[in-house]
């Protein structure tokens, strides 16, 4: 499948694996589940698929009917696919959010969890104290993921979001990066053709930008509004690392992330 090639959701032909979400045509997981599918010898496909929040029940109906076994669910549709599942792995409830579905016993999976926690331990990170930008599913999940490990911080554009937080994170009513050693961008702003309003100055030196999207060189539009001195890292191996994961939730078969990361074309 090209890079921009997407179905609407009604007009999706049948097969077993898909990605939704809204936008979707610049996922990159079809290419890494049907590199992995190659290398087990499986005739399975994969495809992106477009679902608006408004007709999600109804798309996930239309892909069981269509003999779907597993979705992978990217924004903005996490917290849809959470309330959607019937069952969910332990791990789900504390984030509120999926972003991996099986379709056979309605079942939910968060499969970034795990990915943010790779991604992080595979980085030198100096000093303990956070901020997360947004409040979407994938920021839910980086809660889960570090919430025992760093004093958490955490902007949105919603104030309203303060009631709903952990106790253990602290909400930011203005968009500072000063002070902070993590800086992590979780939201889909830019996707949508938004922008975020702050300092970059203000950013202590030492310290590491993480976004969770990921682009091509390991640049993205909030990484590349930061000179090359900082530390950066783009969300390519969260991508690899939630997908083996997912690949073996849906098959019971091991996949490596090597064998996952040799699908894209980053």
């Avoid at 496909?45 to 269509?66: G, K």
């Avoid at 937080?165 to 930011?172: K, P, T, W, Y």
């Avoid at 000063?178 to 830019?190: C, Q």
Wanted: net charge negative; aromatic share 10%.
């Amino acid at each position: 499948m090209s890079l921009n090639k997407f179905f609407e959701w009604r007009d999706t032909p049948g097969g077993e694996f898909a990605v939704i979400g809204d936008p979707i045509a610049h996922s990159l997981s079809p290419n890494m589940f049907h590199e992995a599918f190659r290398r087990q010898n499986l005739s399975f496909t994969y495809n992106r698929i477009r679902v608006p929040e408004t007709e999600f029940d109804a798309a996930l109906d239309h892909f069981s009917h269509l003999g779907y076994i597993g979705i992978n669910v990217t924004s903005p549709l996490k917290e849809l696919a959470f309330c959607w599942a019937g069952s969910h792995e332990p791990d789900v409830s504390g984030s509120d959010s999926a972003n991996c579905l099986r379709l056979l016993d309605s079942r939910a999976n968060n499969t970034d969890i795990a990915g943010i926690k790779y991604l992080i331990n595979s980085s030198t990170i100096q000093g303990k104290k956070a901020l997360i930008i947004g409040y979407g599913g994938a920021a839910r999940s980086v809660i889960c993921a570090l919430k025992d490990n760093f004093e958490l911080s955490l902007w949105a554009r919603n104030a309203q979001v303060a009631k709903n937080l952990d106790s253990m994170v602290r909400f930011q009513s203005e968009l500072s990066l000063e002070g902070f050693d993590l800086i992590i961008h979780a939201t889909s702003a830019y996707r949508h053709g938004g922008n975020l309003e702050f300092n970059a100055a203000s950013v202590d030196p030492n310290a590491t930008l993480l976004d969770l999207d990921y682009g091509i060189g390991g640049k993205t539009p909030f990484l590349n509004l930061f000179d090359d001195s900082f530390s950066k890292i783009d969300g390519s191996k969260m991508l690899v690392k939630q997908g083996a994961l997912a690949f073996k939730w849906w098959t019971e078969l091991e996949i490596s992330e090597e064998a996952m990361e040799a699908g894209l074309c980053l």
